[in-house]
């Protein structure tokens, strides 16, 4: 069974609106991923299509932007733990140009979880199931109301 999801987990803290540059509904120059949940396989899928104000190289994404969906999707996996969790490391492989206006999806997946550092990875893949560019992160669980409490609804 599916569960759709997007934005931060806002569970245990309520902003008052979701300007995160990937995911986030009210930023009017973001990307607005959408992501999926599948709990049979536990993971984390978005479909996506990358047109020109992403280019890099003639006719494919940049490799920031790249990172920055790779980045994302492996937060989601966060929710699984209902936790927030910061980005402290990402590394990213990039296996073959990421091409622009073409049908592709990102997967993330939990790799592992020990007290407040979660290690997850994600993979940009085209049509035919090609793998991209993968990425590895580490994540730091937050307290969300100490470090968002100027930024929460009363």
């Known amino acids: 069974m599916s569960r759709k999801s ?3 987990d806002t569970r245990l803290v309520r902003l008052q609106k979701n300007y995160c540059f990937a995911c986030g509904k009210n930023n009017p120059e973001g990307m607005r991923l959408r ?4 709990e049979e396989l536990g993971s984390f899928v978005c479909r996506f299509r990358l047109g020109k104000r992403y280019t890099g190289p003639p006719g494919h994404a940049h490799g920031g932007i790249i990172a920055t ?13 209902q936790v927030v969790a ?18 592709l999806r990102v997967e993330s997946r939990e790799v592992k979880v020990k007290d407040r550092e ?8 085209n049509q035919k199931g090609e793998v991209l ?10 307290d969300p109301h ?7 609804d009363r």
């Open 35 to 38: 992501f999926t949940h599948n």
């Open 118 to 125: 979660h290690i997850n990875m994600a993979e940009i893949l």
């Open 6 to 8: 997007s934005g931060h």
């Open 86 to 103: 910061l980005t402290k490391q990402i590394t990213v492989d990039y296996l073959k140009p990421v091409p622009l206006n073409k049908p």
């Open 69 to 81: 969906i790779l980045d994302e999707a492996m937060g989601k996996v966060n929710k699984l733990h």
């Open 133 to 142: 560019a993968r990425g590895e992160g580490l994540f730091i669980a937050i």
């Open 146 to 152: 100490k470090m968002f409490a100027k930024f929460v």
